[in-house]
């Protein structure tokens, strides 16, 4: 399949006017890294997410994994989904290793499958950025379908200015070309 552009309609929270997407499917990933449990419903992810993201970086637990991929990126990866967004959730920020045959102590590996997703990229301010995004999809009828998805953090996203990271969302390819 090729990417494809689309444009969900827009939701206005935090002064979103229009949201692009791609579709792609991915290759499968595995990725090393600090996890939490937590969930959007009870305001827990607003602590939860920054502390985990503490943890890992004033830990250096990206130099402390074993067998990282040679593309250096960061992953944020939402996966063992309760329900959907307003369930509990694991949430990890790690990197992608080639092999996970050694886990490092307080470290966990998530395994995504290959799978069809909706690109979106954040740009601008972080992590407010981000969260746009988030707040966006969470207002959409986006077939979701809830088993991984992650925010890439790339070479773009260390730029001193104009930062980017792309938020993956898991989606039902079929339900999604029956809403074109």
């Known amino acids: ?4 552009r689309y ?10 006017d229009d949201l692009a997407f791609t579709v792609k499917k991915m290759p499968g990933k595995i990725v090393m890294g ?3 449990r937590t969930s959007n419903a009870d305001g827990r992810s607003n602590t939860d997410i920054p502390a985990c ?45 080639t092999k996970a045959d050694m886990i490092p102590a307080g470290m966990a590996v ?11 990229t954040a740009a601008g301010p ?7 995004v988030w707040a966006s999809i969470w207002g959409t009828k986006l077939p979701r379908i ?7 953090y790339d ?17 039902n390819e079929k339900q999604l070309k029956k809403m074109q």
């Open 1 to 4: 399949m090729k990417n494809r």
């Open 7 to 16: 444009n969900i309609p827009p939701v206005d929270i935090l002064g979103m």
């Open 34 to 36: 600090v996890q939490r």
């Open 53 to 97: 993201w503490q943890d890992f970086l004033s830990r250096n637990m990206a130099s402390k994994i074993p067998h990282r991929a040679k593309t250096p990126a960061m992953f944020a990866v939402y996966s063992d989904y309760e329900s959907d967004w307003t369930g509990e959730y694991a949430y990890m920020i790690g990197s992608e290793v």
């Open 110 to 120: 998530v395994r995504i499958p290959a799978q069809t997703y909706a690109v979106f």
């Open 126 to 132: 972080m992590p407010d950025s981000i969260l746009g």
């Open 146 to 152: 809830y088993t991984f998805d992650f925010e890439q």
């Open 155 to 171: 070479a773009r996203f260390t730029r001193p200015e104009n930062k980017e990271a792309d938020v993956c969302i898991a989606v």
